[in-house]
C-alpha cells in the first residue's frame, strides 16, 4: 500500500472581482437569419408589422371588427418576435427541457387559425366600413390582402 505522503502542497484562489460571478456574452447567431426558418420570420415580423401599420393609420376603433385584426396582428408579431430573438441568440439551446419544434407547430398552426379569422374579419368589414376608393378602404383592404400572404413556417 503507498504511504501518504509527507507533504502535501495545497493553493487557494479568492474570487474575481465582482463576486465571482460568471458573464456570458450573447452573441447573435447569423446563420441563423440566414436559414429557411429564420428567413421566414424575418418575413413574418415584416409582414405583420405592415399589417397592423395600414390598420392603426385608419380609424379601426370605430369599428369592432378591426379591434379583433389590430390584437392578432400585434400579438402574433410580439410572440414572433420573442421567438425570433430567442432562436437569433441561441436561447432555445439553454432552455433544452421545451420542445421547440413541437412549441413552433403549435404556435405556427395557432396562428394561421387566428389569421385566416382575422382576414375573414377584415375582409368582410372592408366595403361596410369604408368608401370604395378612399384611403382607409385601401388600406384596409392591403391589409386584409397581407393577413391572406401569411404562410405558416414549415416544420424544421
Known amino acids: 500500500m503507498a504511504e501518504f505522503p509527507s507533504k502535501v502542497n495545497t493553493r487557494t484562489s479568492s474570487p474575481a472581482q465582482g463576486g465571482g460571478a460568471v458573464v456570458s456574452t450573447l452573441s447573435p447567431d447569423l446563420g441563423f437569419v440566414r436559414s429557411s426558418l429564420g428567413a421566414l420570420m424575418l418575413l413574418q415580423l415584416v409582414l405583420g408589422l405592415l399589417v397592423w401599420a395600414l390598420i392603426a393609420d385608419t380609424p379601426y376603433h370605430l369599428y369592432p371588427s378591426y379591434g379583433w385584426v389590430m ?27 421545451v420542445p421547440w419544434p413541437l412549441v413552433l407547430m403549435v404556435f405556427n398552426v395557432g396562428a394561421t387559425v387566428l ?24 388600406q384596409r383592404a392591403a391589409a386584409s390582402m397581407l393577413i391572406n400572404t401569411r404562410k405558416p413556417q414549415p416544420k424544421q
Not at 414572433?80 to 430573438?85: A, D, K, S
Not at 389569421?115 to 385601401?138: D, H, M, R, W
Open 71 to 97: 390584437f392578432v396582428a400585434v400579438f402574433l408579431w410580439l410572440v414572433t418576435i420573442i421567438f425570433f430573438v430567442l432562436y437569433l441568440f441561441q436561447l432555445h439551446m439553454k432552455l433544452y427541457m
Open 115 to 138: 389569421y385566416i379569422t382575422a382576414f375573414i374579419t377584415c375582409s368582410s368589414s372592408v366595403e361596410l366600413t369604408s368608401l370604395k376608393g378612399s384611403q382607409p378602404y385601401n
